[in-house]
């Protein structure tokens, strides 16, 4: 048996935006991992970054817990885990210098260490899993456990899916993407996170407490930009009623007000969501949830279903108003679908949420205004809003790769800076999402505000639209575009 550590390199701390915004979650696939681990017969332990006091707190946890071996094992369900921040690069890197200082081995796993293994090995890790990585992992376990001084070579040694330093050289065998790992079964070994820090601080931001679960890994669909480094296009869905004997648990053992369902894509077929539904009814043990889908799955017999299972929220991949980006993306929707699945949704009392990706190869000014026309027309509850990132992997990347400076990843979620030459500069797609936002909150703002203050508030931020459309040209990177329209004022 060996005592293990386990963890991960985001701290909520080191990314200002979500830090302000206030919603932490626990690192689903990494306490996935602990149970797979425990379930082997090793002990666990957990260092869990999220709310941790900076990575100064690492040496004391790691002092405590004394390891051989410490896997630092990515939340693949944490979406900011794909954007490859530098500053949770630098702080994972830091906690393999400390680990292996302490005399532990260390294995690492995650999207920015599947694509730049190198960073890590340089670090100082022993193993690098490329890709979620759970048949190398339970093998590099195995042979440490009967040989605690095996050297790298023999330690990874006939292993696909992994990389390692051998005479200062970089091995690795890429076995191309795997589905999901059927081994990986069982819920998160959730007794290992302090749920009451968790709780403390969801209470003082929001006044309630949420959780996070997922009831599949994975995305069939192929959108060009979506960075996949884990699982590709596959895709693997739970049963609804383990799904719901989870949420049970959940409910009974920790109380939360709310669940985040982090899948990509939650449900997928209505007879699932059906039965999820129906089981959660009987156990007594629904929360109300949010999840992400897609517009194209939200059909009307969908929402009642996932209203009926307790849905309050659906955050849809809307990405444009203009039907000519969807189609360079490879989006596979309709404008016509985002505005019929947030009627639909709309209908049942759901809130949705869109989220907007400006500056994508091509995008010009009218299709911009273009999203700003859809966000007035759907009217979304709430929106995100992020510029176009290359990542390795994608079709996206390799279309815009030999554009790429020496920044290859945002600093943090926040950095929202152009990494390639789009039509306008960041400062530019900078100010159309602080204007999009401002469009949302005044259309909110529309049932409680007197008349005569909604229309002064429309008309001054027409201004700001007007005033943005008149500069645009002093905000042109050089690429040739189409002639823009001069002004735009509120339909």
């Not at 022993?126 to 001084?149: C, K, N, T």
């Not at 648990?249 to 920790?254: P, Q, S, Y």
């Not at 005033?467 to 645009?472: D, P, T, V």
Request: glycine share 8%; net charge negative.
């Amino acid at each position: 048996m060996l005592n293990i550590q386990v963890s991960h390199s985001y701290y909520l701390q080191y990314d200002r935006k979500q830090w302000e915004r206030g919603k932490p979650y626990p690192p689903l696939a990494t306490i996935q991992v602990a149970a797979f681990l425990r379930q082997h017969g090793h002990e666990v332990v957990l260092f869990d970054t999220m709310l941790a006091d900076g990575v100064e707190a690492y040496a004391d946890a790691l002092h405590d817990a004394a390891p051989a071996l410490v896997v630092l094992y990515e939340d693949n369900f944490n979406f900011l885990t794909k954007m490859c921040l530098s500053r949770m690069r630098e702080a994972a890197c830091r906690m393999i210098g400390e680990a292996r200082a302490s005399g532990a081995r260390v294995i690492v796993a995650g999207s920015d260490a599947s694509d730049q293994p190198d960073a890590f090995l340089a670090a100082g890790a022993d193993v690098v899993l490329l890709g979620e990585g759970i048949a190398a992992l339970s093998a590099l376990v195995e042979r440490f456990d009967r040989d605690r001084a095996i050297d790298t070579r023999d330690w990874a040694a006939g292993l696909a899916g992994v990389a390692f330093r051998m005479d200062g050289q970089t091995q690795l065998q890429r076995i191309g993407i795997q589905p999901p790992d059927a081994r990986l079964v069982g819920h998160p070994a959730w007794d290992l996170i302090d749920i009451e820090r968790y709780r403390a601080f969801w209470n003082a931001r929001h006044g309630y407490f949420s959780l996070n679960m997922a009831a599949s890994r994975g995305c069939p669909f192929r959108c060009n930009w979506c960075a996949k480094p884990i699982w590709g296009n596959h895709y693997r869905q739970r049963g609804a009623i383990d799904v719901a004997t989870e949420m049970a648990h959940l409910k009974h053992a920790f109380g939360p007000n709310h669940i985040w369902m982090a899948d990509d894509i939650f449900g997928f077929y209505v007879d699932w969501v059906q039965t999820f539904g129906e089981h959660l009814h009987a156990s007594a043990g629904s929360v109300p949830f949010t999840i992400q889908a897609r517009a194209d799955l939200c059909s009307e017999a969908m929402a009642e279903a996932l209203a009926q299972a307790g849905c309050v929220e659906v955050w849809i991949g809307a990405e444009s108003g203009s039907q000519r980006v969807l189609d360079a993306m490879s989006k596979g929707t309709r404008v016509a679908d985002l505005v019929g699945a947030r009627e639909r949704l709309g209908r049942q009392g759901i809130r949705v949420g869109f989220f907007v990706q400006l500056g994508y190869l091509g995008e010009e000014l009218e299709d911009l205004l273009a999203t700003r026309e859809l966000i007035a027309r759907a009217a979304p509850d709430d929106i995100g809003v992020s510029v176009s990132y290359p990542l390795p992997g994608t079709k996206f990347y390799e279309k815009v790769k030999a554009q790429l400076g020496r920044k290859t990843h945002w600093e943090e979620s926040n950095d929202l800076a152009m990494m390639f030459r789009g039509a306008y500069d960041s400062d530019f797609y900078r100010h159309v999402r602080d204007l999009l936002h401002a469009q949302v909150e005044l259309q909110q703002s529309a049932a409680t505000q007197p008349v005569e203050h909604h229309a002064l508030a429309r008309a001054a931020l027409d201004a700001r639209w007007n005033a943005l459309i008149a500069s645009e040209q002093a905000h042109r990177t050089g690429q040739v575009c189409r002639p823009a329209t001069a002004t735009l004022s509120h339909a």
